[in-house]
């Protein structure tokens, strides 16, 4: 049984840090990344990884996020800096699964950045 479980949210000061990190079982997946979802607002891409370390950022976090991957323990995680009030959303963990391409997502951890 596939599983992905985020931990590392929290509240924060506008110009701070905070990482996250998110443990997969269950499955060899291909791309792993990470989604965040604002209140009133729909799910939207923040950056992924693929196995062999090329990654997707999103315009709005490019410069102040960085994606991470451990293949080995099948964990990914997202250090992000310079948060901004704008960052404050739910962030989800994802993953496809290398056979099918089966996308996976974790339950979200709240991040809260305070002006």
């Known amino acids: 049984q596939v599983q992905l479980v985020e931990s590392g949210g929290g509240l924060v000061q506008a110009g701070g840090s905070l990482s996250l990190s998110c443990a997969a079982s269950?499955?060899?997946?291909?791309?792993m990344g990470w989604y965040r979802q604002a209140p009133g607002k729909q799910r939207e891409l923040v950056v992924t990884?693929?196995?062999?370390?090329?990654?997707n950022y999103a315009d709005s976090v490019k410069g102040r996020f960085t994606i991470s991957r451990d293949n080995a323990k099948n964990m990914v995680y997202l250090q992000m800096n310079s948060l901004k009030p704008e960052d404050t959303a739910v962030y989800y963990c994802?993953?496809?699964?290398?056979?099918?391409?089966?996308?996976?997502w974790g339950k979200g951890t709240l991040v809260t950045v305070s002006s």
């Open positions: 994802a993953a496809d699964t290398v056979l099918l391409g089966i996308r996976y």
């Open positions: 269950g499955n060899i997946f291909s791309i």
């Open positions: 990884i693929t196995s062999g370390g090329s990654t």
